[in-house]
């Protein structure tokens, strides 16, 4: 059996950390920006529609939310959400072919879901009781390397060292330079706008859907 010499050990471990390190660090501001950009998003939505509780929203009588970000497997991943509207539709076989149907529309569009399920249960904090609930849940899973673009963030780095202000690009110290800033900005700009998207998405989904089932 090989063992490695003390030298080779520390060598390996401090090499190990480096090449991890950076990687977390950069999945942790990633995630940390893309939060803003999501609650961005949020606001944004609430403003537009009518204002729910949390992170959700209501238009034409179907309520989203859209879920805080979390870092995964060199991905960011975060969840949107449909309420569907059980005082239009009723029984169990209508609610299945309500969600077989958005299914449908979505699979199809881009940028298309990690995944899209049909979740049931909704804990209720205030009575501490399981409470029934049918949704449409969509996973998005972005990589990293994803949510900015190297042409834009040169582009915008260029006219900050040329003197022009923009206030929108945060000044992170763990970014270490004011390029890293800006791909900053550029990841929360990013993931706000594919998020707006993947809500239209959604939206437009339930109004075929509803127009469909009414006939």
Do not use: C
């Not at 805080?68 to 569907?84: M, Q």
């Not at 992170?172 to 998405?201: K, W």
């Amino acid at each position: 059996m090989h063992f490695l010499q003390k030298e080779d050990t520390q060598q390996l471990k401090h090499e190990d950390l480096e090449k991890i390190r950076m990687p977390t660090m950069k999945g942790l501001l990633f995630n940390q920006f893309a939060a803003e950009g999501l609650n961005s998003l949020v606001e944004e939505m609430q403003s537009k529609y009518t204002t729910k509780k949390g992170r959700r929203f209501n238009h034409n009588n179907v309520t989203y939310e859209v879920s805080r970000p979390s870092l995964n497997d060199g991905a960011i991943e975060y969840e949107i959400s449909s309420k569907i509207p059980e005082d239009e539709i009723k029984g169990p076989k209508e609610m299945q072919t309500y969600f077989t149907q958005i299914k449908k529309i979505l699979s199809k569009g881009k940028p298309k879901p990690e995944s899209i399920e049909m979740e049931n249960i909704v804990w209720d904090s205030k009575k501490n009781t399981e409470k029934k609930r049918d949704y449409v849940k969509l996973l998005y899973k972005l990589p990293l390397d994803d949510l900015f673009d190297d042409k834009v963030v040169s582009k915008r780095h260029e006219s900050i060292l040329a003197g022009n202000k923009d206030a929108e690009v945060p000044h992170s110290p763990s970014a270490f330079t004011m390029a890293g800033n800006v791909v900053l900005a550029d990841v929360r700009d990013t993931i706000q706008n594919i998020g707006r998207d993947n809500v239209d998405n959604l939206i437009d989904a339930n109004k075929q859907v509803k127009a469909a089932l009414k006939g």
